[in-house]
């Protein structure tokens, strides 16, 4: 029977983590975050570059071990009152080929954590200029943006309370024009994560987001 890439013991590991999380217990597990998690979220990564590819070839599954898909455990605590030194869940993003250091662009996700994993993909927090194209496309093309309901698809992310400057407070789409975030996710379960069949599965919930990619990307001008 074909073995899938995780395994509970990744779960094991990121939970004792969010319980411990000093440096002094991680460089003391390092071998099993290198084995448990490291190495089969770098394994998931590479072999996710075929069916990434049939989706859209215009995003990258980059198995390097930095500065590739995975993100890394260490969190940035420079302006967080949280000084907590690791992050407690792993996660990779599949971003676009012409933004291959812009975390906020159109992207596909694969976040796993201790009763919280989930994949899909979208645009999280979007700089202002990025932010005002997309709603822009949104206003003058809402029936790419409806066909998206049409197909499945929820949108969610977080709102401001009132319609922009320079859209109609009236407009149709005024809610989605509130939008701030335009991301599309799907919970997994543990089991699911560790099933031998999860990367088809994870491909799957991604080719399903897929429009919502290429709305974003065309709003912004990105080859899809």
Known sequence: MAKGFFTPALFGFLAELRAENSREWFQANKARF???????????IAAFGEPLAGISPRFAADPRPAGGSMFRIVRDTRF?????????NIGAQFRHR???????A????LHLEPG???????????DPAALARIRARIAAKPQEWKALAKAGIEVAGDSLV???AGFDPAHPLAEALKMKDFYALTPFSQREVCAPDFLDRY???CRGNAPLLKFLAKALDLPF
Do not use: I, N, Q
Request: charged content about 30%; hydrophobic content about 25%.
């Open 34 to 44: 290198e084995r448990d998690v490291r190495e089969p979220m770098l394994a998931f």
């Open 80 to 88: 967080s009152r949280d000084k907590s030194p690791y992050k407690t």
């Open 98 to 104: 012409d933004c291959p250091r812009d975390a906020h």
């Open 106 to 109: 159109p992207a596909f996700y």
């Open 116 to 126: 919280g994993c989930f994949g899909g993909g979208g645009s999280w927090h979007p």
């Open 162 to 164: 009132r319609v922009p």
């Open 203 to 205: 491909a799957e919930t």
